[in-house]
């Protein structure tokens, strides 16, 4: 029952966090100028890009160690399912959102601003489709550990 408890607080506020810039933060940010995003893009691009990998690779583990503690039970096609996807979202969000994340981190004030703003909305455009996945995968998981 604490790995429930620890897994499901885990990945809930990271799922939390990515849906808290997808739906807030990134709306206000495109009502800013320019100038503007580009220069608030780049905290926030850090500061997630820092914290992420480490948040990610633990809800994995988590993930796996409930597949592992119900491999045999009918569960188990749930939880391979989340791990499934979540492993999914990270190979994803190494190819294509890293890269991006790590273009917006470099941004200057003097950096082309329009170059800058497709770049961001690249990313929040993919950063919207790993939401709605990593959502999928923790329903899966809430699913398998409440039969």
């Not at 633990?58 to 491999?71: C, D, W, Y």
């Not at 601003?113 to 939401?131: G, I, M, Q, T």
Request: charged residues 15%; positive net charge.
């Amino acid at each position: 029952m604490i790995l429930d408890i620890f897994t499901t607080v885990c990945i809930g506020l990271l799922i939390g966090t990515e849906f808290a810039v997808a739906a807030f933060i990134d709306p206000i940010l495109r009502r800013l100028d320019a100038h503007a995003r580009v220069a608030q893009v780049r905290p926030y691009a850090a500061r997630l890009g820092a914290a992420m990998p480490f948040w990610y690779s633990l809800s994995f583990v988590l993930l796996l160690a409930e597949t592992f503690t119900l491999r045999h039970t009918p569960q188990a096609s749930l939880l391979i399912g989340a791990c499934a996807i979540w492993a999914f979202v990270i190979v994803f969000t190494l190819l294509f959102l890293v890269p991006i994340n790590n273009r917006m981190i470099r941004q200057t004030p003097g950096s082309d601003p329009e170059k800058a703003l497709r770049e961001h909305d690249r990313w929040d455009l993919l950063h919207r489709f790993r939401v709605v996945a990593l959502t999928a995968a923790m329903v899966a998981f809430l699913v398998a550990i409440r039969v």
